[in-house]
């Protein structure tokens, strides 16, 4: 199921006829308001949000969902393109964003490379070193504890993981995990990334091969 976050009936109701058309289950609401309501309730797997509702602050909703433990992937939609706002919404939770007007045909590829890039991390439970790693939960547990991940940090620990001792460079990692690629962002997109894993797991979680990239050992 996937929740739509749109206050345009008309948009709304063609993303709805589109996912529809593939077989996409989508329950579409106007405010994040009552997006919150049914996240408590419901279960989604892809949230698609329009950020330019008139909420308080786009910002704060999706920081306050990915600090209520709510992993559920998010594609932006949005009709401001500038860098630094896009690199803040991938560093507070957002999966992957698309600037309008945008075709449907292409929304609809990005909302299958996200699902499929959540599916292949789904395992019941791996151990590296002191941490226990619950992929179908999201969670990884180090002397009980759980140490908090957003959703993008997460996957990104998965791909180390899949790929445990092989160097990635930069820009595999970026194409894999972010599912793109951008010239003007996607080595300061990785390297930021990799330090908040490090400052959250350990900081020899993951190694650097220099001139090559990094490596989970």
Known sequence: ???????????????????????????????????????????????ILDINLPWKDWFEFLKEIREDGINIPVLILTSRNLK??????????????????????????????????????YWKKIVINWYEIYPDQQKVIKNWAEIWLSALEFRLLMFFIQNRWKILSRKEIYENVWGDFEDYMFSRTVDVYIWYLRKKLWKDFIKTKKWAGYYLP
Not at 28 to 42: C, D, G, I, N, Y
Not at 94 to 120: C, G, H, M, Q, V
């Open 1 to 47: 199921m996937i929740l739509i976050i749109e206050d345009d009936k008309i948009m709304a109701k063609n993303i709805g006829l589109i996912l529809q058309m593939n077989w996409y289950k989508s329950l579409s609401v106007p405010s994040a308001e009552e997006a919150k309501k049914l996240l408590k309730t419901s279960n989604f797997d892809l949230i």
């Open 84 to 121: 630094n706002d896009v690199i803040y919404w991938l560093e507070i939770g957002a999966d992957d964003y698309l600037t309008k007007p945008f075709d449907l045909e292409e929304l609809l590829a990005r909302i299958k490379s996200i699902l499929r890039r959540y599916k292949n991390i």
